[in-house]
């Protein structure tokens, strides 16, 4: 037969048919035993927990859009960035993280890239650490810790393990808890640090309590990984925030660190964040980096511009950066007034419990105490919502509707908010 005789497989409508037939399926049948997922917690709330003013509006901060419009009129090009993303944000970014005097830094030995956003800047851990940490392939978490930590670590493989952190006798950090189980992990785990505004509990260490960890990790010879999603936004100062990878550097620690600017900008849709890893020498520096692009390359080549490009203009523009630090105070202390509002009506309506620990959290988010019951009775009778362990953000919280709130709260915890349908 000649080869222009030759037909490809499937070729005749009627075999085709048939063999479709005896296989008893559907060509778009594929994904028909696709089970549902469990509903996505965070998609259910993230308008809830962005950056909102007096009225319940999104905030676009007002540097933000002076950025933008200097941007619009350079006219700049959409060319792609390098693997490891824009050099000048990355720069800028890496001196807010660690401080203008780092050694590491002025040394050149700090390996830094462009990340999407915090997430991103976890799973470029999660990669690294997979590929090559020479310690055990154990990440250790706070227990509770943000919900996408778990995922992103376990799907490169790597083995979750949860330390104390929360107690919930005194709605408090169990400090003690917290340091016996960094301290009988095995030699040279991976410790997963928040570094401000625990998420989701809004509890940190005093910054005594940061040098005692600093110490105990490196007596066990274990890695810091820090995630710092909330620099400047947790106290309003971004020198205070970022105390303690800071202090971990200084004593030696060999950090890495996730950074996120979608809090303390509000670019929540932009996607900027950096990951970076402290080495020995520029000479490693070069080593891991060149690990970091293999990492970063299957998984989007090259990370998006806008993003980069306004963080690095408002760092980079003394005008700017200083009207920014302004809008973060003001931003990080409206959270703290309605901290202390929120307080206040719930002391005020007599509402059973220690109320205090909305006062001395810190940061978007408040872990209520509130009970899984509660929390339903929230959602049934007042249109009220949050996660299912009581978490808030504090953020959507304002003049307007915080009373509303206190007095819901106040009748859930009492047991007099019930839907009729429990009744």
């Not at 959409?78 to 401080?99: D, N, Q, R, V, W």
């Not at 203008?100 to 915090?118: F, M, Y």
């Not at 990951?275 to 520096?285: A, L, R, W, Y």
């Not at 990080?332 to 220690?354: F, S």
Request: proline content about 5%; glycine content about 8%; charged content about 25%.
């Amino acid at each position: 037969m000649a080869e222009s005789d030759r037909q490809p497989p499937f070729a005749h409508p009627t075999i085709h048919f048939i063999l479709i037939a005896s296989n008893n399926m559907s060509i778009t049948n594929f994904w028909a035993e696709v089970p549902q997922g469990p509903a996505d917690i965070w998609q259910q709330a993230q308008r809830r927990r962005r950056c909102r003013d007096e009225n319940g509006k999104p905030y676009v901060l007002e540097s933000v859009l002076k950025a933008e419009d200097l941007l619009h009129s350079k006219r700049l090009d959409k060319e792609y960035l390098p693997i490891t993303g824009h050099a000048e944000f990355c720069k800028l970014a890496s001196t807010m993280a660690y401080g203008k005097d780092s050694k590491p830094l002025k040394e050149d030995r700090v390996a830094v890239t462009q990340s999407i956003s915090g997430t991103g800047a976890l799973r470029i851990a999660a990669g690294i650490l997979s590929g090559f940490y020479p310690g055990p392939k154990t990440v250790y978490l706070p227990d509770p810790t943000w919900g996408a930590h778990i995922p992103i670590f376990e799907g490169t493989g790597l083995k979750v393990v949860r330390y104390r952190y929360f107690d919930k006798r005194t709605v408090g950090l169990d400090f003690e808890g917290m340091k016996e189980d960094i301290r009988n992990a095995e030699s040279g785990s991976i410790i997963l640090l928040h570094a401000c505004a625990q998420n989701p509990t809004g509890i940190d260490p005093t910054q005594e309590q940061w040098r005692e960890l600093a110490d105990l990790l490196k007596e066990k010879k274990h890695l810091a990984l820090f995630d710092m999603a909330y620099q400047g936004f947790a106290s309003g100062d971004l020198e205070r925030d970022a105390f303690a990878p800071r202090y971990f550097v200084e004593q030696g620690h060999q950090i890495m660190l996730c950074q996120s600017f979608a809090k303390n900008l509000g670019l929540y849709a932009e996607r900027a964040g950096t990951f970076s890893m402290v080495t020995s020498s520029p000479e490693e520096k070069e080593r891991v980096l060149s690990q970091l692009k293999r990492v970063i390359r299957p998984l989007y080549s090259s990370p998006p511009i806008h993003g980069a490009l306004l963080v690095a203009t408002i760092l980079g523009t003394p005008e700017l950066y200083q009207q920014w630090l302004s809008e973060v105070q003001k931003m990080a202390n409206r959270i703290i007034d309605m901290r202390e509002k929120l307080y206040d009506a719930l002391v005020a309506l007599q509402t059973p419990g220690d109320w205090g620990h909305i006062k001395s959290q810190i940061g978007m988010f408040s872990f209520t105490g509130l009970t899984r019951e509660q929390v339903d009775d929230l959602a049934d009778c007042a249109h009220i919502y949050m996660t299912k362990d009581g978490r808030i953000s504090m953020a959507g919280l304002n003049e307007h509707n915080l009373q509303y709130f206190a007095e819901s709260v106040s009748k859930a915890v009492k047991g007099e908010l019930k839907s009729k349908a429990s009744l």
